[in-house]
């Protein structure tokens, strides 16, 4: 009878755990860091310096870009990509056209076409500390990106975003050049800051560009 009931016993703690295995959640991969949608738009208010060595001369420029999913299509490999549109104006004119970029999404990874050139943008899990090439898939030479803060909250021009994961791309500073590429994205949203810095010093005048992104505004035409 005790060796029943020890057999009965073993059962149902084996029965117990089999079951809270099989309910535990599933791993939060980080799709939602950059929704697709046909007619999804992100419109951002874009600061840039210029530093023209030869001239010695500083130039800053302020304009707002658009970036819209314009429609979607099967791409070469057959799988499905979208159209990227991005629009320029200045602070009250008519949008202008500029580009057009290329999207694909798939379980691993986030891939975009820009100017000719393939890069991996993220990797599916977001999880802080993961790397990859991001220049894996053109002839550049390989830079390493990296998830820094992820799943953390910070505000853009006075907005606040809980849920974000921030992408280190490339990051050297030193006496010569400040070489910096960060972009932020939030959950649900999808890019909503980058910064951009490539600037060297060239004979005591700097040689060079900062660009930054803020998101001003998101959502469907």
């Known amino acids: 009878m005790k060796k029943l009931s020890f057999i009965l016993i073993s059962i149902i703690i084996t029965t117990f755990y089999a079951c809270e295995k099989d309910t535990e959640s599933p791993v939060n991969m980080g799709y939602n860091y950059f929704p697709i949608e046909t007619a999804n738009y992100s419109i951002y208010q874009v600061d840039s310096i210029v530093w023209d060595d030869y001239n010695q001369t500083i130039d800053t420029f302020h304009f707002v870009v658009k970036l819209l999913i314009d429609s979607s299509f099967t791409d070469n490999s057959g799988r499905l990509a979208y159209r990227w549109k991005k629009y320029l104006r200045n602070d009250s004119s008519q949008w202008v056209f500029n580009t057009n970029y290329t999207i694909t999404k798939s379980s691993q990874r986030l ?75 939030a959950r649900d949203v999808g890019m909503i800051y980058r910064k951009d810095i490539h600037k060297q010093d060239k004979l005591n005048f700097l040689q060079g560009y900062n ?11």
């Not at 050049?177 to 972009?183: N, T």
């Not at 660009?211 to 035409?221: D, P, T």
Request: include cysteine.
């Open 111 to 185: 891939e975009t076409i820009e100017e000719n050139m393939r890069y991996i943008k993220l990797i599916f899990p977001v999880v802080a500390g993961s790397n990859w090439d991001s220049e894996a898939l053109n002839i550049d030479d390989a830079t390493n990106a990296i998830y820094g803060d992820v799943d953390y909250s910070t505000s853009i021009l006075g907005v606040n975003y809980d849920s974000c994961a921030q992408v280190i791309y490339e990051e050297e500073v030193n006496l010569i050049q400040e070489i910096v590429h960060h972009e932020i994205y």
């Open 211 to 221: 660009v930054e992104y803020k998101l001003i505004e998101y959502g469907q035409e």
